[in-house]
């Protein structure tokens, strides 16, 4: 059983930063890709960040230039380093674990709230 524990949300006002942690465990953390997604209220959940094992990264269109995904496999915890936030950031933010960056499991965590104040 893979369990997922995201940490680091809260309230920031917009330009400001915040940094995401997540912690697995139950699957082998160095072989497995790593994604964050988020959910606004109303929206569907989206891809934001993954990382593959070797350490690709790719981002989605809203968040490239601002936002940085990274992985420390001694701790079995990916990171998502947000800078320069945004009102249109405020989401639940959840980590997921995966195959490859394309092929994920089907486990949650509970989510990380992020609220990003104009």
């Known amino acids: 059983q893979v369990q997922l524990v995201e940490s680091g949300g809260g309230l920031v006002q917009a330009g400001g930063s915040l940094r995401l942690s997540c912690t697995a465990s139950g699957s082998v953390f160095r072989l497995n890709a790593m994604g964050w997604y988020r959910q606004a209220p109303g929206k569907q959940r989206e891809l934001v960040a993954a990382?593959?094992?070797?350490?690709?990264?790719n981002y989605a269109d809203s968040v490239k230039g601002r936002f940085t995904i990274s992985r420390d496999n001694a701790k079995n915890t990916v990171y998502l380093q947000m800078n320069s936030l945004k009102p249109e950031d405020t989401a639940v933010y959840y980590c997921?674990?995966?195959?490859?960056?394309?092929?994920?499991?089907?486990?949650w965590g509970q989510g990380t709230q992020v609220t990003v104040s104009s």
């Open positions: 990382i593959t094992s070797g350490g690709s990264t």
């Open positions: 997921k674990t995966g195959l490859t960056t394309n092929i994920w499991y089907d486990y």
